[in-house]
T-cell receptor, first 115, second 112 residues
Framework: DAGVIQSPRHEVTEMGQEVTLRCKPISGHNSLFWYRQTMMRGLELLIYFNNNVPIDDSGMPEDRFSAKMPNASFSTLKIQPSEPRDSAVYFC?????????????FGSGTRLTVV | KQEVTQIPAALSVPEGENLVLNCSFTDSAIYNLQWFRQDPGKGLTSLLLIQSSQREQTSGRLNASLDKSSGRSTLYIAASQPGDSATYLCAVIIQGAQKLVFGQGTRLTINP
């Protein structure tokens, strides 16, 4: 089991550019989560999917952010246009919901720097 | 709205000591609680998962307890080692929502 795989590990981009972050969840997991971590706000949930369907996107900061899950093995988080305040570490996590036994596995994260 | 608080924010102790990290949450309607470890610049590693029907879980030198009625959890680390130095995060899963709500973490330093 390779775990949750995120790419790229680091991304440096100029303000106004489009950024796409990618995630491959653990095979067989049916829930996928995108989190953002900053020093000021800690870990915040941006959006999560169940069976590839977005369930709660109330944490997405604004229309510049969008997320897709075209199939059970791939998800993207896109920022367009990017701004310096988007600089953070973005984590993807997946889970297999077995009744109330939810355990989450996190990827290694993508460190985004917008200059 | 569920809020999770971890105290202390930072802790520094000499090697070999036993220590306790605290986590409190405002809404007792949770599915379970999970403790994570995060090393600087790294991702989150799951340490222990306690289901709402359980009172504690143990893994090696780690023991986590859960008291839903009082909205509290503790992570006990026995015989601490320098390799235990990391940030420890507590998170609860809200009933009906399936999402993790995190505390701000406790930054632990074990001094040789």
């Amino acid at each position: 089991d390779a775990g949750v795989i995120q790419s790229p590990r680091h991304e440096v981009t100029e303000m106004g550019q489009e950024v796409t972050l990618r995630c491959k969840p653990i095979s067989g997991h049916n829930s996928l989560f995108w989190y953002r971590q900053t020093m000021m706000r800690g870990l915040e949930l941006l959006i999560y999917f169940n069976n590839n369907v977005p369930i709660d996107d109330s944490g997405m900061p604004e229309d510049r952010f969008s997320a897709k899950m075209p199939n059970a093995s791939f998800s993207t988080l896109k920022i367009q246009p990017s701004e310096p305040r988007d600089s953070a570490v973005y984590f993807c996590a997946s889970s297999l919901a077995r009744g109330t036994s939810y355990g989450y596995t996190f990827g290694s994260g993508t460190r985004l720097t917008v200059v | 709205k569920q809020e999770v608080t971890q105290i202390p924010a930072a802790l520094s102790v000499p090697e070999g000591e036993n220590l306790v990290l605290n986590c409190s949450f405002t809404d007792s309607a949770i599915y379970n609680l999970q403790w994570f470890r995060q090393d600087p610049g790294k991702g989150l590693t799951s340490l222990l998962l306690i289901q709402s029907s359980q009172r504690e879980q143990t893994s090696g030198r780690l023991n986590a307890s859960l008291d839903k009625s009082s909205g509290r959890s503790t992570l006990y680390i026995a015989a601490s080692q320098p390799g235990d130095s990391a940030t420890y995060l507590c998170a609860v899963i809200i009933q009906g929502a399936q999402k993790l709500v995190f505390g701000q973490g406790t930054r632990l330093t074990i001094n040789p």
